[in-house]
């Protein structure tokens, strides 16, 4: 069993950053879990992928491109956490931002929330013109 905890929301201007932090907890989390993800949901809409990035081995990081360029994903294994930080936020970035963890494999990239194992409570994200 594990348990994912996002923090680091809020409330931001356009033009201005954030950054987003996950803690897994669980003893055997590292031992199954393939990749870490971020995710957002803005009302009326559906569930998008924003970033993953690989558990283990060699960093693979994969973004949506609305986040190519602004947002960054990153892993610290040793604390069991992943982060998103978020730079040049728009308005249309508002949304709730999920945490989700992985554990299949697949040969493809894990873009999709239905490849997510675990899920976080979610941290909300406003962005104000």
């Known amino acids: 069993q594990v348990q994912l905890v996002e923090s680091g929301g809020g409330l931001v201007q356009a033009g201005g950053s954030l950054r987003l932090s996950c803690a897994a907890v669980?003893?055997?989390?590292?031992?199954?879990?393939?990749?870490m993800g971020w995710f957002r949901q803005a009302p009326g809409k559906e569930r998008e992928f924003v970033a993953a990035?690989?558990?283990?081995?060699?960093?693979?990081?994969y973004y949506a491109a609305p986040a190519k360029g602004r947002f960054t994903i990153s892993r610290d294994n040793a604390k069991n956490m992943v982060y998103l930080q978020m730079n040049s936020l728009k308005p249309e970035d508002t949304a709730v931002y999920y945490c989700a963890a992985r554990s299949r494999t697949s040969g493809t990239p894990p873009l999709s929330p239905a490849e997510y194992d675990y899920w976080g409570q979610g941290t909300q994200v406003t962005v104000s013109s």
């Open positions: 669980g003893r055997t989390f590292s031992s199954y879990v393939t990749a």
């Open positions: 990035i690989s558990w283990s081995g060699v960093t693979v990081s």
